[in-house]
């Protein structure tokens, strides 16, 4: 998975395959958090997004785990399909007084296989 | 449904001159941002825009850098004297709220030679 500064990692998968993409966020007192997907050549495409006060929170094939206690943030794809090949990046919002700075991780490149 | 839409595509500039990227964000969306993605590496927050004056910025968003909403449509970025390091993809982004989604454009590639 990918962590907030670190190298873009891989994960390669069949079509069909559930996807887990992993992130590790760093500032404890960010309270919003979204995942982006990224196609080549296009810009950031949000995904889903998720509060400090939830843990989970499920989209359209994808689902969103947060566990604080580790600064961890993962999303899942059910059913993987060629089309979601993209990279994949995390945000957390960190800034004062409630302010939207977002920081952002480099992202982990999905490859599905057909 | 719409977009966000940005122009140019590409640009590719001399160091040191003035460049202007341009945003039509989504119409009803109150909020813009720029952020900027050196290639291969993170985007990169640069600047938030709401009620016509800078809400926050970062620290690569020096004075050499500047944005305005000109005419309630367009939502541009000028690098007045561009350096080599300013080579990225510069994307614009609106939202409804402050901590709402964000919406964002294709973006413009800035080459500075």
């Known amino acids: 998975g990918e962590s907030v500064g670190l190298h873009l990692p891989t994960l390669s998968v069949q079509e069909g395959d559930n996807s887990i993409i992993n992130c590790a966020y760093s500032?404890?007192?960010?309270?919003?958090f979204i995942w982006y997907k990224q196609e080549s050549g296009k810009g950031p495409q949000f995904i889903i997004d998720?509060?400090?006060?939830?843990d989970k929170r499920q989209g359209q094939r994808v689902t969103v785990l947060l566990n604080k206690t580790v600064k961890h943030l993962s999303l899942q794809i059910a059913a993987t399909q060629p089309g979601d090949s993209a990279v994949y990046f995390c945000?957390?919002?960190?800034?004062?007084?409630?302010?939207?700075?977002?920081?952002f991780g480099r992202g982990t490149s999905l490859i599905v296989h057909p | 449904e719409p977009e966000v839409t940005q122009t140019p595509s590409h640009q590719v500039t001399q160091m040191g001159q003035e460049v202007i990227l341009r945003c039509v964000p989504i119409?009803?969306?109150?909020?813009f941002y720029w952020y900027r993605q050196i290639l291969g590496q993170k985007v990169e927050f640069l600047v938030s825009?709401?009620?016509?004056?800078?809400?926050?910025k970062s620290e690569i968003f020096d004075d050499q850098f500047s944005v305005e909403r000109p005419d309630g449509s367009n939502f541009t970025l000028k690098i007045r004297s561009t350096k080599l390091e300013d080579s990225a993809m510069y994307f614009c982004?609106?939202?409804?709220?402050?901590?709402?989604?964000?919406?964002f454009g294709p973006g413009t590639r800035l080459t500075v030679l």
């Open positions: 119409s009803n969306h109150l909020y």
């Open positions: 982004a609106g939202g409804s709220g402050s901590t709402d989604t964000q919406y």
């Open positions: 998720i509060r400090s006060n939830m």
């Open positions: 500032n404890s007192a960010s309270d919003y």
């Open positions: 945000a957390e919002n960190i800034g004062p007084g409630g302010s939207y700075i977002p920081t």
């Open positions: 825009f709401y009620n016509n004056e800078i809400s926050e």
